[in-house]
């Protein structure tokens, strides 16, 4: 009886997972902001089902420390509120809102033996020994710490540390979501996809909330199912790393996803058509609107090939990277990249190139026209 | 003397030679004994891993640092002993050097200042160079108002706006973040197009060393294992330690049988037909990872089946990582190709792209 009842209780510890939503959320570091660029963060709106994992991508100075610091509790947002399952959150500090987070550097008691170090936040919410036991012991396993688990955490390597800070986070069953923070900025370059594997590994396994921050686009796309970029502390596209890359909802989606990014060049959009160069581009995507400050075309370097007629270019550069050729080319509106295999034939001097109409888009003022 | 023959003088002699040059501190050896020669117009990348001796044998080249044996010539003039304020070279650092309290106009001006040359002439030139670097509209800041990039643009612009003979860049994208490096790495090749120097680039970037081309050395442990064109070292690299020292991601490595026109995987039953000439034996055969993919490329491919241990996308490209057999394999694929980790994958190999190594470790033959 009382072991079914034992039982029940982890179950339900393992069924505490929080879905996150985020409503109309800005905020200012400034007591009276007036511009729009007084705003760390701007109108943010966000879902988060349970269980998913989801990651925060932009380069530095693009609000997604902000934006973390505000989930947290470590931060109260000057407009807007966060709500775990529904409930408001917005005023509870981080203890009250039950949050792991793990940051770029391992935070770890270099005094502690590994199993102290796993076992600590345990302790301190005054779990039962055999509970501390067991746990420590499974977080062990998953984490290929079992056979140092006596050892100092002082002797380790940065990796090992790091796992232990990783350990520290997952270990507990009372929390709604773990938090990463450019967790692998310690990791050697060369073991990096080693521990990408284990932490996409571990989230199929526990099903608990992941928020992964990080300005790498390897490392969000990699590990989450979502990916929501930022960029001036907006929001310009949440997707699928496929969605990201084959239909970037905002000029620097495409120019910040994939290497090389996207080319984007202004055109004219006239009776819902593409004017470019002269010439009309077909597209897949119906252009309603035109009524812009700024309209550009945007296409990327694996969906531009040159062909007998289309437009005239001057080809100004061949990289050939062993594996593929970047080929700088210029037009009168600017240059434009091309991608294609080792193999192809450059042509010299004056050439012509066609883009793929599949993925050929056009942007009004930064945002995609469709 | 007139000018076009000065130029022509220029011409006939530029270039920088290591002698068997050795660097030892105490009992460990640095730079084992290195010959090397640089011609003008050129860019030379060293490349290898942390501690491999890039930054010593730049140290050595600009004369801040002296090695134990052997001659440094430049021009043909030996210069071993003399000291960098004399050489007429610039310098690059992985972190942004600048002078923090002078504007970027200052800091780009800063070398000729000391040279004498008239305000309008350090105007003009400055502000040509800065133009180049995409810094006119930064000139009246000061370092700490300018972004990562920018700070580095202006340490190019000052290393660029004298007329050095030896521009010695080391690792200067480093602490850049992944689209400012992307960005640099393009424009560095243009900065030195038209002048006459000699261009030396330390990097551990595999892509660094294929997009900015020139020559190449790779290093190991102090150790110079092939220099020659870019493309060439890259596909032809004379060894293993060359094929590995330029790969990015790693090479796979497997053991190979051979018996008549069919290979073998001595690890598994993975074998193929190639009517490549080498004697029939034991060799080990590099792949690189880009040769095997999601997708059939090549008219010779064969299939190898893996346990996916993790598909890491990069925004346009896939790196399947799988277990075969014993060994750990990499694969690099275009596009977005998800793989959920345990899954049973096939993907194929591009034969005509192998490397075959002896047992040696020396390239035997390829393709």
């Known amino acids: 009886m009382l072991m079914n009842f034992y039982i029940l209780i982890k179950i339900i510890d393992w069924l505490i997972m929080a879905k996150i939503t985020l409503k109309n959320l800005s905020h200012s570091y400034l007591t009276k902001p007036n511009s729009e660029l007084d705003w760390a963060l701007r109108g943010i709106d966000i879902d988060w089902k349970d269980g998913g994992a989801y990651a925060l991508l932009g380069p530095s100075g693009c609000g997604k420390t902000t934006l973390l610091n505000i989930i947290s509790g470590l931060l109260k947002p000057t ?19 039950d949050i792991a987070q793990i940051f770029q550097f391992p935070v770890i008691y270099d005094t502690m033996t590994v199993y102290d170090n796993l076992a600590f936040p345990l302790k301190n919410r005054g779990l039962s020994g055999t509970e501390i036991d067991n746990k420590v012991k499974e977080i062990g396993e998953m984490l290929e710490l079992a056979s140092t688990l006596n050892n100092k955490a002082s002797g380790l390597t940065a990796d090992g540390k790091q796992k232990i800070s990783l350990g520290r986070g997952l270990v507990r069953s009372d929390v709604n979501v773990i938090m990463f923070d450019e967790p692998l900025t310690v990791i050697d370059p060369h073991l990096k996809w080693v521990l990408r594997s284990k932490l996409k590994e571990l989230h199929q396994k526990i099903n608990r909330t992941m928020i992964y921050v990080t300005h790498d686009q390897i490392e969000a796309l990699t590990f989450a199912d979502q990916v929501v970029v930022m960029h001036e502390g907006q929001i310009v596209q949440t997707g699928t790393p496929v969605e990201l890359f084959e239909k970037p909802k905002h000029t620097f989606v495409g120019h910040f996803i994939g290497s090389p990014g996207m080319n984007i060049l202004p055109c004219e959009i006239k009776n819902g058509q593409i004017n470019f160069e002269g010439k009309i581009l077909p597209t897949n995507t119906s252009l309603t609107k035109s009524n812009f400050n700024k309209t550009q075309v945007g296409i990327r370097p694996e969906f531009v090939n040159f062909s ?20 700088d080319t210029e037009c009168d509106s600017g240059s434009i990249k091309i991608l294609a295999s080792s193999s192809t034939q450059i042509p010299n001097g004056s050439a012509h190139i066609t883009f793929d109409k599949k993925y050929t888009y056009a942007y009004g003022d930064n945002w995609i026209i469709e | 003397m007139s000018p076009f023959f000065k130029t022509k003088f220029k011409f006939l002699h530029m270039s920088l030679e290591l002698k068997n040059v050795e660097k030892k501190v105490g009992i460990e050896t640095h730079i084992h004994s290195t010959n090397l020669k640089l011609e003008k117009n050129t860019i030379n990348i060293l490349l290898g891993s942390t501690l491999a001796g890039k930054t010593t044998l730049m140290q050595i080249m600009a004369g801040l640092d ?5 001659e440094i010539w430049f021009n043909g003039e030996n210069v071993t002993g003399k000291e960098v304020q004399k050489r007429n070279c610039s310098m690059v650092y992985q972190q942004f050097i600048n002078y923090p309290n002078f504007t970027v106009f200052e800091n780009i001006a800063s070398p000729l200042k000391i040279t004498g040359i008239e305000s309008g002439e350090i105007k003009n030139r400055v502000g040509k160079v800065a133009e180049l670097l995409k810094l006119s509209a930064m000139l009246d800041k000061k370092p700490d108002e300018l972004s990562g990039g920018q700070q580095q643009r202006t340490a190019l612009a000052r290393a660029l706006v004298k007329d050095s003979d030896l521009i010695l860049l080391d690792e200067p994208l480093a602490n850049l973040d992944f689209k400012l490096r992307e960005e640099l790495r393009e424009e560095l090749p243009k900065l030195f197009e038209d002048r006459d120097c000699i261009v030396v680039y330390a990097t551990t970037e595999p892509l660094d060393a294929l997009m900015i081309g020139g020559n190449t050395a790779t290093l190991l442990e102090g150790k110079v294992i092939q ?6 070292v890259y596909c032809k690299p004379e060894n293993l330690t060359s094929a590995k020292v330029f790969s990015d991601p790693p090479m796979n490595i497997a053991e190979i049988i051979k018996t008549g026109d069919t290979f073998k995987l001595t690890d598994n039953n993975v074998q193929w037909k190639s009517n490549i000439q080498i004697k029939d034996g034991k060799y080990k055969i590099g792949i690189r990872p880009h040769n095997i993919t999601t997708y059939k490329e090549g008219n010779n491919s064969v299939e190898i089946n893996g346990k996916v241990l993790i598909s890491e996308l990069s925004g346009s490209e896939s790196l399947i990582h799988f277990t075969n057999g014993n ?29 075959y190594f002896d047992q040696n470790n020396r390239l035997v033959n390829y393709g």
């Open chain 2, 227 to 232: 220099y020659g064109k870019t493309l060439d």
């Open chain 1, 308 to 327: 007998s007629d289309g437009i005239a270019v001057k080809v100004k550069r061949v990289s050939d990277t062993g594996r593929h050729k970047v080929i």
């Open chain 2, 66 to 70: 002296k090695p134990t044996a052997g």
């Open chain 2, 327 to 355: 060994l750990n394999w990499v694969s690099l694929s275009n596009g977005i190709q998800q793989k959920n980790i345990g899954e049973d994958t096939t993907l194929h190999m591009n034969v005509n792209e192998f490397l």
């Open chain 1, 79 to 97: 407009k807007g509120k966060v709500l775990f399952d529904d409930k408001d959150v917005t005023a509870l500090n981080p203890v009250q809102r």
